[in-house]
């Protein structure tokens, strides 16, 4: 499978943030497949945020938890994140990633990545 991530590169303290992941290759909904949402600071090792499952299942990072939602649209074959009361903290290349191992999502060495794109949180 193949991902792309998009979604805006600046975004303002405080709002939120929405990207995009679009999957091709295979469809989210079978093969048993984990979709997740990583992210990586600058200087900083890789983060996993959350994942949602080929059934729907949504898994979150705890202390992301509370400001993070993961969605899906079954028949754009796209993955959604959205982040509210963003800080510059949140400042990272966020990654769309895929496994049909959900231990391999969790440890964060999933098989397939989308390139990453690039989000800065500034006024």
């Known amino acids: 499978v193949q991902l792309q991530e998009s979604g805006p590169g600046l975004v303002k303290p405080s709002q939120t943030l929405s990207l995009t992941c679009t999957v091709s290759?295979?469809?989210?909904?079978?093969?048993?497949?984990?979709w997740t949402w990583i992210r990586q600071p600058p200087e900083k090792g890789l983060e996993w945020m959350g994942t949602?499952?080929?059934?729907?299942?949504?898994y979150y990072s705890p202390s992301l938890k509370s400001r993070t939602s993961i969605s899906r649209d079954n028949a754009k074959n796209m993955v959604y994140l959205q982040m509210n009361s963003l800080k510059p903290e949140d400042t990272a290349v966020y990654y769309c990633?895929?496994?049909?191992?959900?231990?391999?999502?969790?440890?964060?060495?999933?098989?397939?990545w989308g390139q990453g794109t690039q989000v800065t949180v500034s006024s």
């Open positions: 990633a895929g496994d049909q191992s959900l231990h391999k999502i969790m440890v964060v060495t999933p098989g397939s």
């Open positions: 290759g295979g469809s989210i909904t079978t093969g048993y497949y984990y």
């Open positions: 949602i499952s080929y059934s729907g299942d949504t």
